[in-house]
């Protein structure tokens, strides 16, 4: 998912079932991406990361997949709680680069129905 | 667990003031960075920051822009003299290194211009 100005893309998801959020990334040599999840009035919170070495990474609640091919990311969360109700951003980053910085996607939000 | 922290929270000024925003970065790590975010758009990165120099800054960090670290705990970023296109919230970042490695995010300052 990617906005334009104002307008975020949102997911609409009923508690419990799995949310699936997507990304496209630009830049080939970036070998490193991260997802992002921002509550409102607070700072972007470190979810989980991924190599470019790796297709797949899990972790609690969470999957990770990337396919450099067609320079897509995905987060998947599994049954999702009211509690991840937010704002989700993509990251990608070039680690051999000087300045390490993350260059951010649009961000998608996601809203959980009880 | 330790956090960046950043204050302060709400900053109101007039155009052409100058403003400071402040943070302190997790103690033991060395790289540190400040982002942006207008409001209902993405993260842009604005400098990142190493050795106490600048490593590597973006399009929107020109002359009116400055950081320094006048401590061993504090980082902070000036604008020299703001403009109405600057209200945003800023967001400190800090990491242990680089490549890899997670960035954490303070809560951010959301700076209003006037």
């Known amino acids: 998912g990617e906005s334009v100005g104002l307008h975020l893309p949102t997911l609409s998801v009923q508690e419990g079932d799995n949310s699936i959020i997507n990304c496209a990334y630009s830049?080939?040599?970036?070998?490193?991406f991260i997802w992002y999840k921002q509550e409102s009035g607070k700072g972007p919170q470190f979810i989980i990361d991924?190599?470019?070495?790796?297709d797949k990474r899990q972790g609690q609640r969470v999957t990770v997949l990337l396919n450099k091919t067609v320079k897509h990311l995905s987060l998947q969360i599994a049954a999702t709680q009211p509690g991840d109700s937010a704002v989700y951003f993509c990251a990608e980053k070039r680690t051999k680069a000087a300045g390490n910085k993350l260059t951010f996607g649009g961000g998608t939000r996601v809203l959980v129905k009880p | 667990e330790p956090e960046v922290t950043q204050t302060p929270s709400h900053q109101v000024t007039q155009m052409g003031q100058e403003v400071i925003l402040r943070c302190v970065p997790i103690?033991?790590?060395?790289?540190f960075y400040w982002y942006r975010q207008i409001l209902g758009q993405k993260v842009e990165f604005l400098v990142s920051?190493?050795?106490?120099?600048?490593?590597?800054k973006s399009e929107i960090f020109d002359d009116q822009f400055s950081v320094e670290r006048p401590d061993g705990s504090n980082f902070t970023l000036k604008i020299r003299s703001t403009k109405l296109e600057d209200s945003a919230m800023y967001f400190c970042?800090?990491?242990?290194?680089?490549?890899?490695?997670?960035?954490?995010f303070g809560q951010g300052t959301r700076l209003t211009v006037v």
């Open positions: 830049n080939s040599a970036s070998d490193y």
């Open positions: 970042a800090s990491s242990l290194g680089q490549g890899n490695t997670e960035a954490f």
């Open positions: 920051f190493y050795n106490n120099e600048i490593s590597e």
């Open positions: 103690s033991n790590h060395l790289y």
């Open positions: 991924i190599r470019s070495n790796m």
